[in-house]
């Protein structure tokens, strides 16, 4: 089992940037589809982005698509999120998520294809 720990969320302006990040221990990281989630209260939870096993392939959600950024570097185990040009309607408690298959050929992008979650950063835009 790997353990997820999520850094870097706060406040920001709308059409600022902000950078998160997710650290990972336990099992091999690198063999291992990445993803981001984001939750309001009372709402199921929403892909953001995921990146492959091999970080060659990535996927993004239409309502962040060109603002974020996903990436992983494997020799740290860690999978940033980079977010530019912020809008209110990104404030939410992300998440980082890893992919419950080894190798997968395609990208996950359900929260049923993620066996392991971290605690999730607050990620706040005011308008």
């Known amino acids: 089992q790997v353990q997820l720990v999520e850094s870097g969320g706060g406040l920001v302006q709308a059409g600022g940037s902000l950078r998160i990040s997710c650290a990972a221990s336990?099992?091999?990281?690198?063999?291992?589809?990445m993803g981001w989630f984001r939750q309001l209260p009372g709402k199921e939870r929403e892909f953001v982005a995921a990146?492959?096993?091999?970080?060659?392939?990535?996927n993004y959600a239409d309502s962040v698509k060109g603002r974020f950024t996903i990436s992983r570097d494997n020799a740290k185990k860690t999978v940033d999120l980079q977010m530019n040009t912020l809008k209110p309607e990104d404030t939410a408690v992300y998440y980082c998520?890893?992919?419950?298959?080894?190798?997968?050929?395609?990208?996950?992008?359900?929260?049923?294809?993620?066996?392991?979650w971290g605690q999730g950063t607050q990620v706040t835009v005011s308008s």
């Open positions: 336990g099992r091999t990281f690198s063999i291992y589809a």
């Open positions: 990146l492959s096993w091999s970080g060659r392939r990535t």
């Open positions: 998520a890893a992919d419950r298959l080894s190798y997968r050929s395609e990208v996950p992008t359900t929260p049923a294809d993620f066996r392991s």
